[in-house]
């Protein structure tokens, strides 16, 4: 049974209503304090205090202040006036029962009103970082985007600096061959003079020779006719006419005559005859493009040079309009996959390596080595995607094409103990 505290005291001004309970021991830890506009309770066991309050207050902006034993209230009015009591008189149990359950239905009615406001709130707050988050990305795929675009301009303006240099390298050249032809036709016109000159000459004194000789043909004409004679007999007879045929040495493989792939190795090389033949050149981009940098071997070279400068994007340019160009040279997949790997496009680094097998077939030993760059390079990027099984087969295809390769057989080594730890994990 609670003991019900009576000794408090009360001040009121128009506007406050100050209460001093004294309770012993009283700390914020243990002290429960309830208020409503109407009722004001504290439950310190085992004391107990309560007050039905004659006129409703500021319930939100009450405060109450614990320390010193005691418990002061400072509560506010909402109508300013001077009241005669501090609690209602005349109440019996009933109407303090009332009360009292009128209050906690206030009181859990606010709380409720509080805690769909908080999740509102929560809400609100959710959904605004949400949109943040929104706007972050946003800008961040539209700086990316502007990278590339930079990147696609900065190619752009190297490619159109380096075709400028071509240009003027030929003129250099075209000029440098007007001189040089310039310098040859007079070299043969002075040469012309020359021959001229000593041809009169000659004829000059082909003359007087005649005169000469006029003179001493009478007195050796026998002995030239026997002079001709003798030469006639020296002359040796015209060669016989005949045939001469021509073998051509047959294509010697590298391979033993038990292990051959004569057949591979034709379909292989007529394949590539006609990759070499296979120019699309009915591509609107190519019109104000000179003759050789619309050659797949030239842009192929060119890609390979920007990928050594680490230029990647500039690279897969490249790579692009050499595949629009002809889409049968397989060493333009796999260069242009080693450039997805480099930025991290794995699939298409899969489908370009992919792609590059296809058309490095069937396996000879012309293409081993093309065969074995891209099962690594698909392996890489199969591990990249954590595929290790995948990768790992890619891997130990390499090692079949040549299984003295060191650093393969260490990789290889490395993907089989991320797979065996994974499934001992599992």
Known sequence: MPLQVSDYTWQQTK????????????????????????????????????????????????????????????????????WETLSLSGVDKEMMQRIREKSILQAQERAKEATEAKAAARREDQKYALNVM????????????????????????????????QRKAEEQKRIHREEKFCEQEKQIEDERKKLKHKSHTRISA???????????????????????????????????????????TPRVFPTALRESQVAEEEEWLHKQAEARRALNTDIPELSDLKEEEKNPEWLKDKGNKLFATENY???????????????????????????????????????????????LTPPVADNANGRMKAHI????????????????????????????NEIVQNDAEKIRNIIQGTELKS
């Open 377 to 404: 390079r698909r392996g890489t990027a199969f591990c990249q995607l954590e595929l290790y099984v995948e990768g790992l087969q890619d891997y130990e295809a390499a090692l079949k094409i040549d299984p003295s």
């Open 134 to 165: 929104m706007q972050i990305e946003e800008e961040e795929r539209k700086k990316i985007e502007d990278m590339k675009e930079n990147e696609r301009m900065k190619a752009t303006k190297e490619l159109e600096a380096w075709k400028e240099c």
């Open 15 to 82: 506007t406050s209503v100050f209460i001093s309970v004294p309770l012993r021991g009283v700390s914020v830890r243990d002290a429960d304090v309830f208020c409503t506009e109407n009722y004001l309770k504290v439950n310190f066991p085992p004391f107990l205090f309560e007050v039905f309050l004659c006129a409703p207050i500021d319930d939100e902006n009450s405060k109450a202040k614990i320390g010193n034993d005691t418990i002061i209230f400072t509560l506010y009015k909402k109508e300013v006036a001077m």
């Open 206 to 248: 082909s003359r007087n020779l005649a005169t000469k000789a006029t003179k001493v043909f009478k007195r050796r004409n026998s002995e030239n006719i026997f002079l001709e004679k003798l030469k006639e007999n020296s002359i040796p007879a015209p060669r016989s006419v005949g045939s001469i045929k021509i073998n051509f």
């Open 313 to 359: 994007l500039a690279a897969i340019n490249a790579y692009n309009l050499a595949i629009r160009l002809n889409n049968k040279i397989p060493l333009l997949y796999l260069n242009r996959a080693a450039c997805h790997l480099k930025l991290k496009n794995l699939h298409k680094a899969i489908e370009d390596s992919s792609k590059a097998l296809e058309l």
